[in-house]
């Protein structure tokens, strides 16, 4: 067999074990970190429920510059709502609050429209423990195959993850009281 050969036929091999391993890749994802935090739910939850408070703490808007936010439908609650529009890291898309549950739960529909095309689900949550607040911020939704494919050489729990920890990290420096 001649070495041209060879080299297609590894690559062929290659490329269909990326396949198969994108393949038998789960297609639902969850992102999720969490944070301790010295403040109470009433503290916290305005944050997490009022689209413009929870701008001020989520960590996208000092990622992209270019970033450009309006925001819709009531200030807080079941309806408020945050779209952004770049042309840099952010694309466009928008956050909308599809269930409020006072001082324990907010869960968004995000949808991105630019660099690609999807949704998720984003939700916060608040537990009470132990005299602190812990506060959640999970992100779950579908994989295409590109995307699973791409996974393999990506790791959006790390990257997505680092992010939620940069923005919670904030949102407990605006929450807490100052000593």
Known sequence: ???KKKILLALWAVMTALVLVAGFKPAEYTISRKIE???SAEQIFPFLNHSQKANSWMPWTESDPQLQMSYDGPEE???SKASWKSSGKMGVGSSEVIESVPLKLVRSKLTYLEPMNMEQEAT???ENAHGLTIVTWSVTGKN????RLASIFINMD???GSEFEKGLVKLKSIVEPKN
């Open 37 to 39: 935090i010295k403040a």
């Open 1 to 3: 067999m001649s070495t």
């Open 158 to 160: 790390q990257i997505v």
């Open 77 to 79: 609650g079941v309806g």
């Open 144 to 147: 295409s195959f590109l995307g």
């Open 124 to 126: 916060t949550t608040i």
